[in-house]
């Protein structure tokens, strides 16, 4: 019954956040900025409850970097809100407007999807930023967090609710489900008398688990088995620059490299430089037989290793003798997140871009760039790695639906 009033209360404020203007959803964002920071010292008291009880629990040291908040993070959250404030909002847009034969004058402008639920795991910015993308396009917000971070959680949407409520609008344009129990996400997935799309992020089995139990329309937020091809014709020192970021800046996100394909012309030269670079971290690499044999210290690979999101110090890597054979074992073994070419050769960069089907594809850049924030949408939603209605960092646009508007003058169809 608590879930089915989460679900109701949320169907009804959508109903105001649709109508509410720039302005209004500016001045709630503001606020709940400023409230965040305010209750600055809570919410990091709540995290240091969810960081002992994490690390009781043995969880990964990539998982607990996600976990963890401190000063910066929260002001990170924050900044985040106010980015969306300078964003422009989609809401009335409108797209297109045509004049029929008949007089009728047809157009599609933007609108809110109306209530977006998030399931997602132990990453307490996300709150913020969920709501914070939510808010500013219209949409209530139902918020799933995982076990692991719900006292942070229940600590951040308080004090955003607190903000929404100095702004004289409605906190129920952000509600936590704070009941931690499996059957009560199972529940949460067949809302879908109040639910219009939920949105999944976290690992591999959270996203199977919601894709293949929701009733729920769902935007699938992809994990991150995320490639880096060193072609033949490469920079070696861009490469390493570029691996040792992708790699290891952040290794609990998704767009962290966690495999690597080098060309076999190179591999003689390039791998003993690898190693050496990699040290400098103490990043285990698995490897096939051709580079265990350049490099006998790395750890031979498993098949299970070229299609692991590892979220640690460790990298796969596979020796290929053309681009093609690259394309082929990317597409093969992707999550259809991020992948990239170190490359000198314009017609290798093309024909990667071309054929490499992910959502984010860079040539000389590192995969840590599918990011909302570094995209210039301000926070994001999530990394969409399927093809329908929303594709990469999704931000503000889509989080929006389009509905057609028509004007007549008495007109009727004969």
């Not at 509410?20 to 920071?37: C, D, F, H």
């Not at 103490?282 to 690979?301: G, L, N, W, Y």
């Amino acid at each position: 019954m608590e879930l089915l009033e989460i679900g109701k209360r949320a169907r009804e404020v959508s109903r105001r956040l649709n109508v509410l203007g720039q302005t209004e959803k500016n001045n709630g964002l503001e606020q709940a900025a400023s409230s965040l920071l305010e209750g600055r010292e809570e919410i990091l008291a709540a995290n240091r409850k969810d960081m002992e009880r994490a690390r009781n629990n043995g969880m990964s040291q990539g998982l607990l970097d996600r976990l963890a908040l401190d000063e910066s993070r929260i002001k990170s959250m924050a900044d985040g809100l106010l980015e969306v404030v300078s964003l422009e909002d989609p809401v009335g847009e409108v797209l297109s407007m045509k004049k029929r034969p008949n007089g009728l004058l047809i157009g599609q402008k933007r609108v809110p999807l109306g209530v977006i639920g998030i399931i997602y795991e132990a990453r307490p910015n996300v709150t913020a930023d969920a709501f914070g993308l939510c808010f500013k396009t219209g949409n209530a917000v139902i918020l799933k967090g995982g076990s692991d971070a719900i006292e942070s959680n229940k600590a951040i949407v308080t004090w955003i609710r607190a903000g929404l409520e100095r702004a004289g609008l409605p906190m129920d344009a952000i509600q936590l489900i704070e009941d931690t129990d499996r059957e009560t996400t199972r529940s949460f997935m067949r809302l879908n008398q109040y639910v219009d799309v939920l949105i999944p992020r976290g690992g591999a089995g959270l996203i199977r688990t919601v894709v293949e139990n929701s009733t729920i329309p769902v935007i699938e937020t992809g994990t991150g088995n995320c490639h880096v091809f060193v072609d033949e014709s490469a920079d070696f020192d861009m490469a390493l620059d570029i691996i040792y970021n992708a790699k290891t800046q952040r290794i609990g996100v998704c767009n962290a490299c966690e495999s690597l394909v080098v060309h076999r012309k190179i591999a003689d030269r390039f791998l003993p430089l690898l190693k050496e670079r990699l040290d400098e971290k103490h990043v285990e690499i698995r490897a096939d037989e051709a580079a265990c044999q350049i490099v006998p210290e790395f750890v031979p690979a498993s098949e299970e290793d070229w299609g692991t999101e590892y979220l640690d110090y460790i990298l796969s890597l596979k020796i290929v003798d053309n681009i093609q054979e690259a394309i082929d074992h990317i597409n093969r073994y992707n999550t259809k997140h991020s992948e990239a070419i170190i490359t000198s050769d314009y017609s290798n960069s093309q024909k990667f871009l071309n054929e490499v089907d992910a959502a984010a594809v860079y040539v000389n850049a590192s995969t840590r760039f599918t990011d909302g924030f570094e995209f210039g949408f301000g926070a994001e939603i999530g990394i969409s790695t399927q093809k329908l209605h929303a594709r990469g960092p999704m931000g503000l646009k889509e989080l929006t639906s389009t509905k057609y508007v028509i004007y007549g003058e008495g007109q009727i169809r004969g």
